[in-house]
């Protein structure tokens, strides 16, 4: 079992950066593949980025490429998610997610492929 906390959220203006942190419990960090999501009032959940459990291999939905980047730190037991020219579109609770099964492909984009799940955190976009 694996608890993850998220915290980094805020409010800011379209055009700017936040970055957000997730701090995993454990010994065992390293054995999850660890996921981002987020959820606006009214949407349903939705995959923003992923990592492999080494770090080697990230992924990301095609609407925040090149603006967020995943990574994250072992011996730390944190994930990281950096956000760069941040749009009103990406308000939403972002939440932490971790599994430790086997992820190949598109399984990392899948809701139901991670089994745990932070609190969320609330990222605010002002135009």
């Known amino acids: 079992q694996v608890q993850l906390v998220e915290s980094g959220g805020g409010l800011v203006q379209a055009g700017s950066s936040l970055s957000l942190s997730c701090a995993a419990s454990?010994?065992?960090?390293?054995?999850?593949?660890m996921g981002w999501f987020r959820q606006a009032p009214g949407k349903e959940r939705e995959f923003v980025a992923a990592?492999?459990?080494?770090?080697?291999?990230?992924y990301y939905t095609d609407s925040v490429k090149g603006r967020f980047t995943i990574s994250r730190v072992n011996a730390k037991n944190t994930v990281y998610l950096q956000m760069i020219s941040l749009k009103p579109e990406d308000t939403a609770v972002y939440y932490c997610?971790?599994?430790?099964?086997?992820?190949?492909?598109?399984?990392?984009?899948?809701?139901?492929?991670?089994?745990?799940w932070g609190q969320g955190t609330q990222v605010t976009v002002s135009s």
């Open positions: 997610a971790a599994t430790n099964t086997v992820m190949i492909g598109l399984a990392y984009y899948r809701n139901s492929d991670y089994a745990y």
């Open positions: 454990g010994r065992t960090f390293s054995s999850y593949a």
């Open positions: 990592i492999s459990r080494s770090g080697d291999s990230t």
